[in-house]
């Protein structure tokens, strides 16, 4: 019994290890992409996230999201907290290339805003 209790325990560590592993490397990939400077620039003109929590001060520090490349064309979710100067929100950003290879903003989720 007390064996399979250790195999359990280790079992669990291993999963919890990779799993912190993972969010890790994605933090560093996202934070440090061409994407990210992108998703940046389009939240912070965003006058309908402007108008919710004020001009935008600053992001939060673990972005987190995905980047895909795709018939050619990067496309991106960017996923981060943005601090205002009346309040704070949670934006996902989905950015894409267009066929000029030009970014766009395809969608901005904003969610969790706290005054």
Do not use: C, R
Not at 34 to 41: D, F, L, N, R, W
Not at 76 to 86: D, L, M, P, R, Y
């Amino acid at each position: 019994m007390k064996k399979l209790i250790k195999i359990i325990i280790y079992v669990i560590i291993i999963i919890f290890s990779l799993k912190l592993i993972i969010a890790v490397g994605n933090y560093i990939k996202i934070s440090n992409s061409t994407e990210y400077v992108i998703a940046k620039k389009f939240i912070k003109e965003d006058s309908n996230l402007k108008s919710k929590i004020g001009e935008i001060k600053d992001f939060g520090s673990f972005p987190k999201g995905g980047i895909q490349w795709k018939n050619g064309l990067n496309s991106a979710q960017i996923e981060t907290n943005v601090i205002g100067s009346k309040g704070e929100a949670y934006v996902i950003a989905f950015i894409k290339e267009n066929h000029e290879k030009k970014w766009i903003l395809d969608t901005l989720l904003i969610s969790k805003i706290n005054k």
